[in-house]
């Protein structure tokens, strides 16, 4: 994993092993700010005080019991006041699992780092290590900050909790400082980073990034930051809440007026409003959708991509196009020189010399660093550089050899390059030929030229150029791209891919990895920007797009998020940003990636490979389907909550539902809704087809199917509380039957919707079954919660209900629950 190293912070420091002063370390802190990589959070004790007092729930069960206190009901208000402690704990233990994630990661960190200061060793807090300093780091212990080893031998290390990688990486000590003043890119063998262990030698590691600089720092930044932010879906289910609020405190009202109308009293008619009022809250929802969305950023960044903008959680399981680099991403951005071919009357070597004296030696492009390796620019003075861009395609340089002397070397898109050279239509036609032959077996080409000028005016040379020859190189395509291709597009997913190179050099790389058809389909850039331009919303049928420009780039996904289709992009530089910005869903670099692609993008990938794109859909998919599923599971089973609390009492019998069975119901329903589904393990999730492009949560048919389920449980709960109602009243007993087959329908509605696939799924299902029936069946407990035991005939009614319901829910997800 390579990094970019802000050289400016270590400069003068490189065979400086006495470690920086007092001076510097104060000055540097005072710059950078301490190492403080994962920020400490406030009181746990706290935090959980405040989540508690913002739940409803609590304040209902307060008010109550006050009722009932007022009223001298002192039984019913000691066991109200006492289901405040499950509720309390249960607020407190989904408060810690929502923060387990971003707290655990403070367990690999270093607490103290063993640093070099002024010549002598010290032990000192790791918060207090600056960028600069020089720092021991023993076999078996963190690396306290990112850093550069100078030193060591037989290092290997435990990077583990970065990349996911199980086996020990092998560390060695960088060889040379790295040349340039701002920042250079070193290969990820010669860091030291955060959060990883050193497992065997001995390391002398200079530090370079401290703080959140830090990619540990950026992954627990992500983690706790990102929960915070508000997406459209967030922000939809919040108005969906506030509606239903609305709605359920007016019924309440007009079901307390018609209980008093009917006789039963005024502590009747309110505890029939209180007890609509608990059943009807749908906090559930926007607690659920929130802790679904931290998860999503969490388990994205295992995958190795940092979610930047939390909106991207509920996007990149539904993309259906991913638009996406060549260089570094589907291949591995590592140029091999594998043919020379000179021009009549030079040398392979002659070619050389002249391409690496048309490359700038304080670039970092791979290609020019490659020409440098191979040969030595031509002896003189650089009097100028016109520098290659996307509307030239070519490079000069202009070198002084002589007093009144100067040679031009070029080198660039050998179309480019050919139309300014001096040879005749014949030659250039034949030298074409010769580069689309070498492109067509996945070469990437460039042509070289030169002349020599007696006098110079200061402008390019634009004609007369001597041709050189031609170089050709091989950018390697990464392992598992073949792969993760073919299972995207057989997922539905189209991949389109984009690169500055030949269309030929294109086509064999695409045809290589698997894009498109047999022989994908290519367009060169200026052929779609016209196509574009002639053919509004007509459908973009191309697989591969060459010699593409940033603004073509970014015409392409417009077009394409006009046709419907939800996009991916990727980019590393600058001129990615209006592409990245415009897509559903930008994707930066981060090993190559400029700062300014990954400020405007909403996924970072840590490894820069197309590979984990297509894990984060999948991973995307499979969260998408759970919190659906779990969705599903709150509506199939409020609806006969809801319904029976207001319509029982409305047809005028007495109250089903009292608070403190509104409470038990409810210490069922948040944490099967928030942690079993959460867990659902994944079943093929990107082999399913993505039928739908756009936010589409529910369909009608899915509404309609939640709609039978819910009234299938609400006939079923009804009829058995009226029927055990019987002529005497008997309400204990009735009260009982509801409870029983309402539980019972909860578990049958976990079991069919997670299938029974994890142990917590399970436990979901099978234990609030066996709870009410201990608890309806115990006498002395019965008394106390106002129920009475049931009878054989009673429970296997349930229980059969509770198979009826099951059914129905399984045929829901089966058909359509899923996307």
């Not at 029939?272 to 929802?285: D, G, K, M, N, R």
């Not at 259906?320 to 030079?346: M, N, W």
């Not at 290519?522 to 007509?538: N, P, R, S, T």
């Not at 210490?667 to 659902?680: E, S």
Request: hydrophobic letters at 50%; proline letters at 5%; one cysteine or more.
């Amino acid at each position: 994993m390579q990094r970019k190293a802000p050289l400016e912070r270590l400069e003068g420091l490189w065979t400086e092993f006495e470690g920086i002063d007092d001076t510097g370390v104060s000055a540097r802190r005072a710059k950078y700010g301490p190492n403080t990589i994962v920020a400490e959070t406030s009181s746990s004790w706290l935090e959980i005080a405040r989540s508690t007092v913002q739940d409803p729930m609590i304040w209902f069960l307060v008010g109550t019991a006050a009722l009932f206190l007022w009223l001298g009901d002192y039984t019913e208000a000691v066991v109200l006041a006492a289901a405040l402690i499950p509720i309390v704990g249960m607020d407190a233990y989904l408060h810690r699992r929502t923060q387990a994630s971003t707290e655990g990661l403070r367990a690999r960190l270093a607490s103290h780092a063993r640093v070099i200061r002024g010549g002598q060793e010290h032990d000192i807090p790791s918060t207090a290590l600056v960028p600069g300093d020089l720092v021991i780091v023993p076999a078996g212990a963190y690396f306290p900050a990112d850093g550069l080893i100078l030193s060591g031998s037989a290092l290997q290390a435990d990077e583990s909790t970065l990349t996911g990688e199980a086996l020990p990486v092998r560390k060695n000590p960088i060889a040379c400082p790295p040349a340039g003043p701002w920042e250079a890119t070193i290969d990820g063998e010669h860091w030291g980073m955060a959060g990883t262990r050193l497992l065997t030698g001995e390391a002398r590691v200079r530090i370079a990034l401290t703080g959140s600089e830090t990619l540990y720092g950026e992954i627990a930044r992500l983690s706790s930051t990102t929960r915070a932010e508000r997406t459209p879906l967030q922000e939809a289910i919040a108005q969906l809440v506030r509606i239903l609020l609305v709605a359920a405190l007016l019924l309440c009202a007009i079901l307390a007026v018609i209980r008093y109308v009917q006789g039963y009293g005024v502590v009747d008619a309110l505890l029939s409003a209180v007890t609509l009022a608990i059943a009807a809250l749908p906090e559930e929802f926007p607690v659920v959708f929130s802790f679904f969305l931290g998860l999503g950023v969490y388990r994205l960044a295992k995958q190795q991509a940092l979610v930047r903008r939390a909106v991207v959680v509920e996007n990149i399981g539904r993309v259906s196009c991913i638009c996406t680099d060549k260089t570094g991403t589907l291949t591995e951005g590592r140029l091999l020189l594998d043919h020379v071919v000179p021009a009549a009357g030079l040398s392979r070597e002659d070619v050389l010399t002249l391409g690496a004296t048309a490359s700038r030696t304080e670039t970092e492009d791979p290609l020019d660093l490659l020409l440098l390796k191979n040969a030595r620019p031509l002896a003189g003075q650089v009097e100028a550089v016109f520098p290659f861009t996307e509307d030239r395609l070519r490079e000069v340089s202009v070198m002084r050899v002589a007093d009144s002397a100067w040679r031009v070397a070029m080198k660039g898109a050998p179309e480019s390059v050919l139309s300014m050279t001096g040879l005749s239509e014949r030659e250039r036609e034949a030298w074409l030929h010769r580069t689309q032959d070498l492109a067509a077996t996945g070469h990437k080409v460039i042509a070289v030229a030169a002349r020599s000028l007696q006098s110079w005016s200061g402008a390019e040379p634009e004609t007369s150029y001597d041709f050189a020859g031609l170089l050709a190189f091989s950018d390697p395509v990464r392992p598992g791209v073949a792969d993760a291709v073919k299972e995207a597009q057989q997922a539905g997913i189209r991949v389109i891919m984009i690169t500055g190179d030949h269309s030929r050099t294109a086509a064999a790389i695409a045809k290589e990895i698997g894009i498109g058809a047999a022989e994908p389909r290519v367009i060169d850039g200026a052929q779609l920007a016209e196509h574009l331009q002639l053919h509004k919303g007509a459908e973009v049928g191309f697989d591969v797009v060459a010699r593409c420009t940033p603004s073509q780039k970014l015409a392409l996904v417009e077009a394409l998020r006009e046709k419907g289709e939800l996009v991916a992009v990727t980019g590393d530089g600058v001129n990615d940003a209006p592409a990245l910005r415009g897509a559903d869903v930008g994707i930066a670099m981060g090993e190559r990636g400029t700062r300014s692609a990954r400020e405007v993008a909403s996924i970072v990938l840590l490894d820069d490979n197309f590979t984990t794109i297509v894990r984060a859909i999948a991973e995307g998919r499979q969260l998408f389907t759970n919190l659906r599923l779990s969705f599903a599971y709150l509506l199939m089973l409020h609806a006969p909550l809801v319904a029976t609390a207001a319509l029982i009492p409305l047809l005028g019998y007495p109250l089903l539902y009292l608070p403190i069975h509104i409470v038990w119901i409810e210490l069922i329903i948040h944490p099967t809704a928030m942690l079993v589904f959460q867990n659902l393990p994944s079943r093929d999730a990107l082999a399913r087809s993505n039928r739908r492009q756009r936010l589409r949560f529910f369909s009608p048919a899915e509404w309609a199917k939640i709609g039978i389920v819910g009234a299938i449980a609400i006939a079923i709960i009804m009829g058995g509380y009226v029927y055990n109602l019987g002529t005497e009243f008997d309400v204990p007993h009735a009260r009982s039957m509801a409870m029983a087959a309402l539980i019972t329908a909860s578990g049958a509605m976990t079991a069919a919707l997670t299938r029974l696939g994890s142990r917590p799924a399970v436990i979901a299902s099978v234990l609030p079954v066996i709870s009410a029936f201990v608890i309806i069946q115990i006498e002395p407990i019965a008394a106390v919660l106002h129920l009475s035991p049931l009878h054989f005939i009673d429970w296997a009614i349930a229980l059969l209900g509770g198979g009826i319901i099951s059914a129905g829910a399984a045929f829901s997800r089966r058909e359509g629950a899923e996307p």
